[in-house]
């Protein structure tokens, strides 16, 4: 059974430009996750949806942040405008339930 | 809310020793404490974990301990190998929550 399966793996992009990053679930998991993680801050939950429907976005940085689950097996990150500080990379994670998450491989992605 | 610390940060080893790594939670209703490996340019891929009602749990050469009294478990490596080495993060998680609290990471290299 195939993974979490994260587009692209690298994204470098200009500040100012729109930034879409993907997420597709493992089959059959109902939760998703998207984490951003960089060197100062470690692991940092962003948003995170159950059954399709955002419960907790709180960790969204600003509103130039937002994601969204148009199906059960697939999300979108989008980040517009975008900024050198967003620089990081980005994973999602999907769950069963209550058990354990399971995380993609991540997008690198760089803002100049 | 949760807190989770981790030490070391970072732990070197001679190929064939064993490594450490200890972790404390703060919520005592937490209940489930897996363990993820991240190597490089990878997500974090959960190795081992442990639940509340389990004092110890083995698998090859990982062993996690949990002290439910102390709040702290502990995840051993035994017999380390070059392709041990990678960024070793616990997390601690109630299931009335959806959160995973990670700890900061332990950067393991296993020198040959």
């Known amino acids: 059974d195939a993974g979490v399966i994260q587009s692209p793996r690298h994204e470098v992009t200009e500040m100012g430009q729109e930034v879409t990053l993907r997420c597709k679930l493992i089959?059959?998991?109902?939760?998703l996750f998207w984490y951003r993680q960089t060197m100062m801050r470690g692991l940092e939950l962003l948003i995170y949806f159950n059954n399709n429907v955002p419960i907790d976005d709180s960790g969204m940085p600003e509103d130039r942040f937002s994601a969204k689950m148009p199906n059960a097996s697939f999300s979108t990150l989008k980040i517009q405008p975008s900024e050198p500080r967003d620089s990081a990379v980005y994973f999602c994670a999907s769950r069963l339930s209550t058990d354990t998450q399971y995380f993609g491989p991540g997008t690198r992605l760089t803002v100049l | 809310g949760e807190n989770v610390e981790q030490h070391p940060s970072t732990l070197s080893v001679q190929e064939g020793d064993s490594a450490v790594i200890k972790c404390t939670y703060s919520?005592?209703?937490?209940?489930?404490f897996p363990w993820y490996k991240q190597e490089l340019g990878k997500g974090p891929q959960l190795i081992i974990d442990?639940?509340?009602?389990?004092g110890e749990k083995k698998d090859q050469r990982i062993a996690v301990t949990l002290n439910k009294t102390a709040k702290h478990f502990s995840l051993h490596i035994t017999e380390t190998q070059p392709e041990d080495s990678a960024v070793y993060f616990c997390?601690?998680?109630?299931?009335?929550?959806?959160?995973?609290?990670f700890g900061a990471g332990t950067t393991v290299t296993v020198r040959a």
């Open positions: 997390a601690a998680y109630h299931s009335n929550d959806y959160k995973l609290s």
């Open positions: 089959s059959g998991h109902n939760s």
């Open positions: 919520d005592s209703a937490s209940n489930y």
């Open positions: 442990i639940r509340s009602n389990v």
